[in-house]
């Protein structure tokens, strides 16, 4: 009965179906237990960004620091998968119900959330978390949300990470700090070095989007898929690395 209830409300999450997911808890079905293939519901309804079911879930008990450990693509832990995703009201929810806004996916030896939002571009999602006290320097393998805010081009997370206390002078493997990534990227075709770093066919399709960001700068999509338009996938960066290392030299210099 548990595993019929347990698969019951996993697919009303996949769903979105919030009236059928509370009918199932109060049956008896547990919100923190994961299906036979490992996904639990609360980072389902995380990834997803249904922030309604996310907050159902909290309160009828789901551990928010419990990872998932289902297939590629669902698996880790529910607060990294709303920070990637830039789902910042079901992140304001996790981080209400006590999810830790440093702790690591892969049982502590991967990304935080923070660095999640900060490769994403994702500000709003980044101030979130550094209001909620994450630490602004946690790297991976050396690189700091800073490095990988400034290499995109996000001068609002920059602006973020430094309000909050992040240091500019931290290095990566290769000696570089996050002035220096961003001046590499300076008057470079940011389109060109996504299609790039997708490794195109010749025959990919290519579609190029440019739009607007409210601080001045453009946000470049880059989305390659196979010439009949299936296996899209996309890459992303915005323009703002030559007003990051304005503002990280002047942060330096006060």
Do not use: F
Not at 11 to 35: F, H, I
Not at 157 to 162: E, G, I, K, P, Y
Not at 206 to 227: H, K
Not at 238 to 250: D, P, S, Y
Request: aromatic fraction near 2%; glycine fraction near 10%.
């Amino acid at each position: 009965m548990t595993e019929a209830l347990t698969r019951r409300l996993i697919a009303a999450v996949y769903e979105d179906e919030v009236d059928r997911a509370a009918a199932l808890l109060r049956q008896g079905a547990s919100p923190s237990a994961p299906d036979p293939g490992g996904e639990t519901p609360l980072y389902l309804a995380a990834v997803g960004g249904h922030t309604e079911m996310v907050r159902l879930l909290l309160e009828a008990g789901a551990a928010p620091n419990a990872e998932s450990r289902g297939a590629p693509g669902s698996e880790g832990l529910p607060l990294c998968a709303a920070a990637a995703w830039d789902h910042w009201e079901a992140v304001r929810e996790l981080l209400a119900h006590g999810a830790d806004p440093d702790r690591r996916e892969d049982d502590g030896t991967s990304c935080t959330p923070l660095m999640w939002a900060a490769s994403g571009g994702h500000h709003h999602t980044a101030r979130l978390l550094l209001e909620a006290r994450a630490d602004p320097d946690a790297d991976q393998g050396g690189r700091t949300p800073l490095m990988a805010a400034a290499e995109r081009g996000s001068i609002a997370v920059v602006r973020a990470l430094l309000h909050h206390g992040a240091d500019p002078h931290r290095t990566d493997a290769e000696g570089r700090t996050a002035e220096s990534l961003a001046r590499e990227k300076c008057g470079k075709d940011l389109a060109h070095e996504l299609r790039g770093q997708a490794r195109t066919a010749p025959d990919d399709k290519c579609v190029i989007l440019r739009s607007p960001r409210p601080e001045g700068t453009e946000l470049i999509e880059v989305t390659i898929s196979a010439p009949d338009g299936r296996g899209g996938a996309t890459w992303q960066a915005e323009t703002g690395h030559a007003a990051i290392v304005a503002l990280l030299q002047e942060h330096q210099r006060g």
